[in-house]
């Protein structure tokens, strides 16, 4: 969410950074604009409305004060019966006009969250506006691979030699799913286990959050209301309120410290999660993509800090350092690309992305997107902590990277790594989790 201060000060802006995400939000920040003056100018109404009301209750409990003075001298008491009653009157107006005043506030508070949440975050300003097509490669390292064969896709190598089952996975959950078997979930859990040693050798703190969110965790980090649909939700005949399957863990992590004030001392706080990722996309169809490279079900493991707006830049590039270092130990030829605004999500102010040649597509495929919410998520959830300076309460900046999904890790590796016979150089840094196996080879 972005902050209402910024909007109302300079609304032109807020509109041209959104239009450098290619979103026409412009109509919404006037509205926005616009209940925010017809909200506290409601706010202030009642208020003194309330306080008249106060006020007349006071009055007419002197009066009555008086009456009983004039009663007990026997002397008239119509004049103040009167002015009692004209303040009841005035008090049964007040008390209608508040509650007329309330149900508006109401209604005006829900429509000014929901144009809130509707506005996508801010892109940092050094960043190029537009589309994927002004996305900037920042930085290829390594080499490509190159074969004195005809290399084979993914696919058929893992067809060969056992270690996907495509056709079985499809009978068990439907097109877009496949089964690991064999050495082939040994490879892909050897995978995560090595993202899972380094982050732990780098001080992160190892999470293994539900699988099954409810609504808010959505909302807080940036997907909910827009992308409401594009999650698999789960009905509950017991329980009314919205849960889905996460499509990624940082779905989850960004509601970790939700609602809760944080010390500057505690910051920052560095988490990494492993989690199955669910998501309803059901691929490009493309010949090209045939395989892992697009599926409903996938393994990630995710990074995620929570950090003060001081440390958030030295934070994100910490996190792609550690994507770019686990991509190179596996041997990859990549790239690192700073994404134009326009192909940043909606939650996100920067993004880099870490892309890896998948030879049979003839291209990079994102194996890693590492992300600045700034101050967005948290302005979502609620998230603060407290300055150690002058105790100031503040939001704190959210930063995620995937480090690493590995649907596409997989096809990149046993492509890159293929020999003319069929077989796959397992990485030097995966064989310790394979027993020594250096060569995998058809049975």
């Not at 990494?272 to 059901?282: G, L, Q, S």
């Not at 440390?311 to 700073?338: C, I, P, Y």
């Amino acid at each position: 969410m972005l902050d209402i201060k910024k909007i109302k000060e300079n609304p032109q802006a807020v509109k041209d950074g959104l239009k450098a995400k290619e979103v026409d939000c412009d109509a919404v920040v006037d509205r926005i604009v616009e209940l925010d003056v017809q909200v506290r100018g409601l706010k202030t109404a009642t208020e003194t409305k309330t306080a008249q009301k106060n006020k007349l209750a006071k009055e007419n409990g002197k009066l009555f004060g008086q009456k009983k003075g004039l009663e007990k001298q026997g002397k008239d008491t119509a004049e103040i019966d009167a002015q009692i009653e004209a303040n009841k009157a005035q008090s049964i107006q007040l008390d209608s006009e508040i509650e007329g005043d309330a149900a508006l506030l109401k209604e005006l508070n829900v429509e000014f969250r929901t144009a809130m949440l509707s506005l996508p975050n801010l892109p940092d300003s050094d960043l190029l506006p537009g589309g994927k097509e002004n996305n900037e490669p920042l930085r290829y390292v390594g080499k490509k691979p190159e074969f004195d064969f005809e290399p084979k896709h993914h696919v058929d190598l893992c067809t060969d030699l056992g270690l996907i089952d495509y056709e079985r996975g499809v009978k068990l959950a439907g097109a877009g799913n496949w089964m690991y078997t064999g050495m082939g979930a040994r490879l892909e859990w050897a995978l995560l286990n090595y993202f899972i040693d380094e982050h732990t050798k780098d001080g992160y703190d190892f999470i293994l959050p539900p699988h099954m969110l409810e609504y808010q965790c959505g909302e807080t980090a940036g997907q909910f209301p827009k992308f409401a649909d594009e999650v698999y939700k789960i009905a509950n005949p017991t329980d009314d309120r919205m849960h889905y399957m996460l499509p990624t863990a940082e779905a989850a992590l960004a509601s970790v410290y939700r609602d809760e004030i944080m010390t500057e001392a505690d910051l920052p706080k560095k988490f990494f999660a492993y989690t199955p990722c669910f998501r309803r996309e059901a691929g490009s169809h493309r010949a090209d993509e045939r395989g892992m490279v697009r599926g409903h079900q996938f393994n990630k493991v995710e990074m995620f800090q929570f950090t003060t707006p001081e440390t958030s830049d030295e934070a994100f590039d910490e996190l792609v350092t550690k994507a770019e270092r686990l991509v190179e130990g596996l041997g990859f030829h990549f790239r690192t690309v700073k994404l134009a605004a326009g192909d940043c999500s909606a939650s996100m102010a920067r993004t880099y992305d870490i892309e890896i040649l998948i030879p049979s597509m003839d291209g990079y495929k994102e194996v890693s997107s590492v992300s600045n919410a700034r101050d967005y998520q948290a302005r979502r959830g609620n998230i603060r902590y407290r300055r150690a300076e002058d105790g100031k309460i503040d939001f704190v900046h959210t930063l995620n990277g995937s480090g690493l999904a590995t649907s596409r890790i997989f096809p990149a590796l046993v492509e890159q790594n293929q020999r003319a016979d069929g077989s796959i150089v397992v990485p030097e840094v995966l064989r310790k989790y394979l027993g020594g196996l250096e060569i995998i080879e058809k049975k």
